[in-house]
């Protein structure tokens, strides 16, 4: 008993002591918690600080667009390509060698703008706020709240990792990303050197801040598993991206199936931007509206067959730059297929198909002033000529979601209609 009763006595008076020293420590402990939470907020918010710093030039001129973006003008030898190591003595392509478009005048010294005549081109909102200079290119800036969005700020401006698709055996060659819906032309099977549409412009809605709806162009080389090339173009409303509900213009590039190469616009190294009226990711104004005006763009992406480098035009005047060949392993040669059409983020809200609209949020069918199209599709071939292509075949997941009907005259050359609401009676 004694025994018993002075070890629980020692035992308790041991408790009492640790109980004791806890009391006394707390103070000392509870503060070193709180700081080290600090320190590591600390630590993020000097990590999205550098980020941003690295994305963000310094700029010459800063307009403030009545969209909300600010559109800095950076001067052309201080763009984001130039951080890449292999860009680090580039001289700049001021114009490319060659243009497979016998309209374009190569040796114009200034593009004078939308020269077209058709007096309906749309351009981009921030121009209603001011220009950019000679030799500075405008960007837009990429403000804290953009990468805080990002599940992670390094991946601001990546495509998703999660999206990375199982190579599919019917044709298309199409990915069926999870989620992902397509209503879509294509051709493969030849060597391609370009590709250029006129696509009308709309402003989807989006149901879920994690989707998107995107009309553009796929230059591909290589294939969906592991190396798929990819050079996209076109218009795109994100949320996630851009914190808004805004049509914009976009490009995307991946040398790896969007793995650890490649980004939309200007949001990492590579594309190499000449043209000092165009901003990657900027809003486009005006867009069309349903059973109103209708307002469209030209994109063209085309391959220099003297330097190899990619470049991309908008709209009729506007050459913006180029994607430099070595970016690339199948396209540093050719792209092996052309995509042309639209596609949605399905994450399925509440278990239903999502209500995200494709193109105008109406389908094919409706026509002219209702439905979303691209016109005069056509690829750049071997003798680097623009072609109507052969042998467009079309591709949906869903048809009942979103559509997709081609045909041919002789205005509008190759076109198709394509899009729709998402979910519906037929697509629940
Ligand atoms: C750039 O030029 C410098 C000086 O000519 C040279 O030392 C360096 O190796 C070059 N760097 C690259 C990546 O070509
Ligand atoms: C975008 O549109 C959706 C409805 O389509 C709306 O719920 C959301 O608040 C909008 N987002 C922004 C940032 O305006
Ligand atoms: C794509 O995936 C969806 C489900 O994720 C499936 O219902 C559909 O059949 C697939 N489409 C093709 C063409 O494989």
Known sequence: MG????????RSRVFLLLWMAAVVALPFYLPTVVHARKVSLQRQSLAVKKHLKRLNKPSIKMIQSPDGDIIDCVHISHQPAFDHPFLKNHTIQMRPTYHPDGVYDLNREKNPGSGSGSGSTPTQMWHLSGRCPEDTIPIR????EDVLRASSFRRYGKKKQNVI????????DLINQSGHQHAIAYVEGGKYYGAKATINVWDPKIQQSNEFSLSQLWVLGGSFGQDLNSIEAGWQVSPDLYGDNNTRLFTYWTSDAYQATGCYNLLC?????????IAMGASIFPISGFHNSQYDINILVWKDPKEGNWWMQFGNDYVLGYWPSFLFSYLADSASMIEWGGEVVNSEPDGEHTSTQMGSGHFPEEGFGKASYFRNIQVVDESNNLKSPKGIG????QSNCYDVQSG????WGSYFYYGG???????P
């Open 394 to 397: 079309t591709f949906t997941e």
């Open 421 to 427: 609401p998402g979910k519906n009676s037929k697509c």
């Open 3 to 10: 025994y018993d009763s002075s070890s629980s006595s020692s």
């Open 269 to 277: 190294s590579g594309f190499i931007q000449i043209n000092n009226d």
């Open 408 to 411: 041919s005259n002789g205005d």
């Open 165 to 172: 698709p199982e190579p599919r055996s019917a044709e298309p």
């Open 141 to 144: 800036r990429t403000k804290k």
